[in-house]
C-alpha cells in the first residue's frame, strides 16, 4: 500500500463496524474524495499562523471543584437499549 | 544473535486524584462501592451537546506533582481526544493530553541498594479516568460511576534495567502522591494502576550506550507491587528465551495472571494504537498563571528523598534507617513529634531505630510519656565497665557456642546475647553489647 492510501479494513476495524465489500468500495471513495478536499486546503500558505481548532475563546475557563447532585439512576439508564441490575450491558469487543 | 542482555523498562503509573468531583463534569468522584451508574450526569455519559468543563483542583494537583519532580509545565496546556472504541468509553474516546501535557520531563530518586538514582520521566498528564466493566458471560456490565474521575499518569523513560528498580520506582510514586496529598493511590481499590513496557537490548560493549531494542511488550493488570516484580521478571526469562531460540519478539499487548505468575499474549494487534489523537474542540487551550504557579510551589512540602538525605546528614542515619522512618506515615509523624527532645545523633539513632523496629514500645502512646519511659530504661541500662565483664564472664562460660562462632556460625551470637541478657536481667544496652561481644570474639581466644 502505498503512503496516503486508505486502508478500509483498517478503518473499520479501528471503528468496529462491520462492512459489506459494496460500502468499502463507497467509503473509500468518499474519504479518498476528503483527502483529496483537504491536500487542496494544505497548499494554501500557512506561514506563521497558529492552528485553529476551535473559535469559542482563547483560553478555557475552569471550574472549582465541587460536586452536584447526579441524575437518578433510572434517568442515567432510559436510553440504554439493554440494562441489567442497574448496570447498561453491552457485547464484548475484541480488543482496545 | 546477542549472548547477553540488558533488560530496558519503562513504566506507566495511573493514579486517581482525591477531588470531590470528576474531571469534567461534577458529579461526585468517589465511585468505590457505590451502586453502580450513581454518579452521572450528560457530560459523563458522553451525551451529545454536553459539554466539559475542567475541574481547576485536579489541575493544580497535576502541576504540583509535575513541581515535585522538577518537570517543566506548560504554562498553555492542551486537552485533546484519544480516540479508541470500547464499551469503558461512552463518547468513542477519552479526553486525554498528548501534544501538550502539564508537565514534561523531570525525575523521580529512588534508592537501589544505597544510592540514589533517579529515574527519568517522559511526561506527566491529565485524563479521565474510563468506565468499569464486568464480564458476564457473552455479556460486559458498564459501570460508568468511574467514567470522568480525573487521572493522572506518570511515564518515564526507558530508563529502568530490572524488576527491583521498577519496584523501587512504582513505591516512590506511590509515597509521592500520598506525601503531596493528591491521590489515596490505592492499588487494591484500584486507585493506582501500572503498566510495564519491557523489552531486552544486547548488552553494550564498556562505556557505550544502550541501544533501544525495535520491539517493546506492554504487560498490563499489574495491580500490585509484588506483580510489577514477579511479571517484569518472568518477561525478562520469556524473552531472553525467545531470543535464544533465534527470534526476536513480537511487539504486543499482554496481560498478568498473578494465579500462574506467567504473562500471556492478549493478541491485539499494534493498529490499536492508532488512537488519532488531536485537540479537544469543546475544551480551548488553558493557562497555568504565575500566581496559580507561584500559590503551588509555596504549597510543596519538603520531599520524601530531601526527608531522608536530611536525616541521613543531620544524625548520621544509614539509609536503610532513613528510607523506613521516611517511609512509614506514623512512624514518622511520632518521629517528628520526638525531634525536639533529641540532643544528639546516639539518642537519635537509638530511638529512630526503635521507633521503625518496635511500633509497640510506642504506638498508643503521647510522645511525653514515650520519652519518659525511654529515658528511665536508658538510666537502668547497664554499659561500660560493668557490662564488659559480664560480657567477658560469658564468653569464658560458653566455650561450645564461642568456638562455633570462631568456626564460623556467627549466628551464635544471637545466643550469646540472650546470655548477656539473662544476667543482666535484660537491663544490658543491646547495642553495646553486641559490639563488646563482636570485639571480644574476634580476638584470639
Redesign the interface.
Known sequence: MKKGDLDIKYLAQLAQIHLEAEEEKQLAKDLQDILHFIAIIRRVDTKGVEPTFQVARKTQMSRLDRKEKSLPREAALQNAPQQKNGYFISKPIGWK | MPSSFVPVIGLEVHFELK???KMFC????DHFHR????????TC?GLPGALP???????EMTALMALAVGAKINR?FLFERK??????LPKGYQISQHILPIGEGGAVPILLEGEYVAVALHDIHLEEDTAKL??HG???????NRSGVPLVEVVTQPVLHSAAAAKAYVKRIQQLVRWLGISNADMEKGSMRLEANISLAPQPGDGKKIKLPNYRVEVKNLNSFRFVEKAINYEIERQKRVWQSGQQPVQETRGFDPQRGVTFS????E??K?Y?Y??D???????LTSTVIEKLKKQLPRLPWEEEKMWQEKYGFDWQLSQTLVANAEARHFWQMLVPRIKNRDQAQKIAKLIVNKPDRWQGKKPAQFWQEWQKEQSERLGGAQLAAIVAQVIEQETKAVADYRRGKVNVIGYLLGQVQRLTQGKADPQEARQLLEQKLAKNG
Open positions: 477531588t470531590a468531583s461534577s458529579c461526585s468522584a451502586p453502580a451508574n450513581t454518579n452521572l450526569c450528560p455519559l468543563v475542567p475541574n481547576q483542583k485536579a489541575i498553555r480516540n479508541y472504541f470500547y464499551p469503558d464486568e464480564h457473552n455479556e460486559v456490565w458498564i459501570d460508568f492478549q493478541r491485539r494487534k493498529v490499536a492508532d488519532r488531536f485537540p474542540p469543546d475544551i480551548p487551550p488553558l493557562e
